[in-house]
């Protein structure tokens, strides 16, 4: 049997405004570990940071981090705080089907977003870096 991020990511592959984007960003945060690339990490809470308080669709979220791959770079390295936030993938994926499940899915992301509160200046001064508002 699948994953509970494996269904969830299926699920999503044919939801409107490609909230699969938030589905990857928040599972990439939430699961990073040491040995994880900066740049996966970066980006998955750029997506966050985002969607959260930005209220960016997938489909936007995917534009940004296009633009911020053209450039090579060393990416920062993202201190990874003990708690990823209390909702998990599981948790999405028990909502029912449709508008429920996708609502629970900007919740996990907003629980991730603000479990890694610290790394929130960092990741604004990177995207004004790169003129993303």
Same mark, same amino acid.
Not at 14 to 20: E, K
Not at 38 to 51: D, S, T
């Given at each position: ?7 969830? #990511?299926? #699920?999503?592959?044919?939801? @409107?405004?490609? =909230? ?42 995917q ?9 090579? !770079? ?24 449709? !508008? ?8 996990w ?5 603000n479990?890694?509160?610290?790394? !929130? @200046?960092? =990741? ?5 870096? #790169?003129?993303?508002?």
């Amino acid at each position: 049997m699948p994953s509970a991020y494996d269904q969830l #990511y299926a #699920y999503t592959m044919g939801r @409107p405004g490609f =909230i699969l984007q938030h589905v990857v960003d928040a599972h990439g945060a939430q699961t990073a570990t040491a040995e994880s690339k900066p740049m996966g990490i970066v980006f998955a809470l750029v997506g966050l940071y985002l969607h959260v308080e930005k209220h960016f669709s997938g489909r936007q979220v995917q534009k940004v981090h296009t633009q911020l791959a053209r450039r090579k !770079r060393a990416w920062p390295v993202v201190d990874l705080p003990s708690a990823r936030g209390d909702l998990t993938v599981a948790d999405v994926l028990a909502a029912p089907a449709g !508008r429920e499940r996708d609502l629970a899915i900007d919740a996990w992301c907003v629980s991730v977003w603000n479990a890694f509160h610290a790394s !929130r @200046p960092h =990741i604004l001064s990177l995207l004004q870096e #790169y003129q993303v508002d």
